[in-house]
């Protein structure tokens, strides 16, 4: 496709619509991967005075990882130097998604060697962050190797990969949809610790800008567990729940949980800019639903919050505390 765009052509070989200007091409790496499985990846470049080239040493790791004759120490090895080679280097990234190699990876995702499996998902993370990537990874199957890593000893790094892929709006759709995964980040959020948690929530909150996926995560519980977490003062959690806010289902489910408005305006008084804003949002969706909750927040003197954060420096603070002030003064 891209040689028929570089030769001048407007339209598409298939179909014959008009393309785009300029076209927009998105690597398909499934294919390649595909290829790759009949095609040998080339031996390891021998020893030459290069060896310290970038391009050589990716080579020359991929075709260790790819070699069945490797054994188990050296394709960690392998993986490691990977995932280090790739962290800030956005060509090596492409080389090794052209290689075919993205397959093995998958593949290091799903290992019952815990080592074997971070690398993987740390290798995963690297080339995720290309958006030419992110398309191609979740076409690959990288979702359901996620997913089954989220119960693992990887779970926070498998959950940092959603978040990475959610970025394309086309993922998120994608993700949510995907049998168990907003149930998986879910359970992570209740029984995960520190890290697994906010990682859990910081996915929940990439994938619920997409609406469907709200009414998931509330009919998978999420509510009370984030109401909970809230409390011990994980921010994220009120980003998440300033989302879900926007559903009938969701506001429905908050209104039923003991200490709501105290853990909300405890972030509004308290919070950062964000927990400021989200506490605030959260609130708004509420107080408009709830002839109780507006009145138990007027009563915790959230009104005049509100009014003190009209003049606050951030236009979308000012805003959602205007609006909320207007709603408290309702009868």
Known sequence: MQGWSHSGHRTCPITKLPLPDPPILIPNHALRSLISNYT?????????????????????????????????????????????????????????????????????????????????????????LDDDNKVGLVAEGAVGKLVAALHGGAAAVAATVLTSLAVVEVNKATIGAFPGAVRSLVRLLSVGKGRERKEAATALFAICSFPENRRRTVDCGAVPILTRIAKSGLERAIEVLGLLGKCQEGREEMVKCDGVVEILVGFVKNGSSRGVQYGLLTLNSLCCCCERIKSEARNSGLLEVCMGLIEDDNEKIRRVASNLAEILQEN
């Open 40 to 128: 040998p990846l080339p031996p390891p470049p021998p020893p030459t005075s290069h060896e310290s080239d970038p391009l050589s040493q990716l080579a020359a790791l991929i075709s260790t990882l790819a070699s069945p004759k490797s054994s188990p120490s050296s394709k960690l090895d392998s993986l490691s130097q990977l995932a280090a080679l790739t962290k800030s280097n956005p060509a090596l990234r492409q080389r090794l998604t052209e290689s075919g190699a993205v397959s093995l990876v998958l593949k290091g995702v799903d290992s019952d060697d815990p080592a074997v499996q971070e690398k993987s998902l740390s290798l995963l993370l690297n080339l995720s």
